[in-house]
C-alpha cells in the first residue's frame, strides 16, 4: 500500500509563504495539484526523475516544487500568496511520466490525503 503523506499547510495572509511537503517512496515522477471550493483539481506544479519541472501560469514565478532523493521527500515552497490560492493542496506520485512532469490528474495513480492552505486579503 503505497502512502502519500501530505503536510505543512496553514493560513497566511496575501503575500506570505508557506511550504509544503509530501514524504513518499521514491517516485520518479511527482507534482502537487490545488483544488479550490467548489471547482476541479488542477496541476500547479510538477519534476520529473531528472529534476525538470512545470508550471501552471498561475503560480510561475511564486512556486518552487523540488524533491529531495535522498529522504523521499516532495516540496512545494509558495511564495507570494494570493486569496485565490486557497484550498486543498494534494500530492501525486507516479511511475513514468512526460519530461518536465505532468499536471494532468489521469497520469497520476497515487494521492496524498491533501493538506489546506488558507490566504486571507
Known amino acids: 500500500q503505497v502512502q502519500l503523506v501530505a503536510s505543512g499547510g496553514g493560513s497566511v495572509q496575501a503575500g506570505g509563504s508557506l511550504r509544503l511537503s509530501c514524504a513518499a517512496a521514491g517516485f520518479t515522477c511527482m507534482g502537487w495539484f490545488h483544488q479550490a471550493p467548489g471547482k476541479e483539481r488542477e496541476g500547479v506544479a510538477a519534476i520529473d526523475s531528472g529534476g525538470s519541472t512545470s508550471y501552471a501560469d498561475s503560480v510561475k514565478g511564486r512556486f518552487t516544487i523540488s524533491k529531495d532523493n535522498a529522504k523521499n521527500i516532495l516540496y512545494l515552497q509558495m511564495n507570494s500568496l494570493k486569496p485565490e490560492d486557497t484550498g486543498m493542496y494534494y500530492c501525486?506520485?507516479?511511475?513514468?511520466?512526460?519530461?518536465?512532469?505532468?499536471?494532468?490528474?489521469?497520469?497520476?495513480?497515487?494521492w496524498g490525503q491533501g493538506t489546506q492552505v488558507t490566504v486571507s486579503s
Open positions: 501525486a506520485a507516479a511511475r513514468f511520466c512526460p519530461s518536465g512532469g505532468s499536471r494532468w490528474s489521469g497520469d497520476y495513480n497515487y
